[in-house]
């Protein structure tokens, strides 16, 4: 079922709280994503060599399947980091008014 969900989770991190809302707010007001939300993590992570510790901020939109990739130029284009992590989940089920309430407002832009 992964290639049919009409629902994906789009998630990448960034360096502050700041630059999550910045960039939710963004792509939201865009119609490019349905919502998102922004969770402050501590992550452990591989960098220049070393292992390195820090805060980041998780940053989880929901978007209909047709407009993914378009979400995820866009998340690239904003981010402050050069290479930043992007990645995408199926959601394999969810109830069809919630289906419709992610597909309405990005689906109607293409």
Same mark, same amino acid.
Request: aromatic share 8%; glycine share 6%.
């Given at each position: 079922?992964?290639?049919?969900?009409? !629902?994906?989770? =789009? *998630?990448?991190?960034?360096? *502050?709280? +700041?630059?999550?809302?910045?960039?939710?707010?963004?792509? =939201?007001?865009?119609?490019?994503?349905?919502?998102?939300?922004? =969770?402050? &993590?501590?992550? #452990?992570?591989? +960098?220049?060599?070393?292992?390195?510790?820090?805060? @980041?901020?998780? %940053?989880?939109?929901?978007?209909?399947?047709?407009?993914?990739?378009?979400?995820?130029?866009? !998340?690239?284009? %904003? +981010?402050?980091?050069?290479? $930043?992590?992007?990645?995408?989940?199926?959601?394999?089920? *969810?109830?069809?008014?919630?289906? @419709?309430?992610?597909?309405? $407002? *990005? #689906?109607? &832009? @293409?």
């Amino acid at each position: 079922m992964t290639s049919e969900s009409r !629902v994906w989770a =789009v *998630t990448t991190t960034l360096p *502050t709280k +700041h630059d999550a809302h910045t960039i939710a707010a963004s792509v =939201v007001g865009d119609r490019l994503a349905a919502g998102a939300e922004i =969770v402050k &993590q501590d992550s #452990v992570f591989w +960098h220049l060599g070393k292992v390195g510790t820090g805060p @980041e901020w998780r %940053l989880t939109f929901r978007v209909a399947a047709a407009g993914r990739d378009r979400l995820a130029e866009r !998340v690239a284009e %904003l +981010h402050p980091w050069s290479g $930043p992590e992007i990645s995408a989940t199926p959601v394999p089920w *969810t109830i069809e008014k919630y289906a @419709e309430w992610v597909e309405n $407002p *990005t #689906v109607s &832009q @293409e």
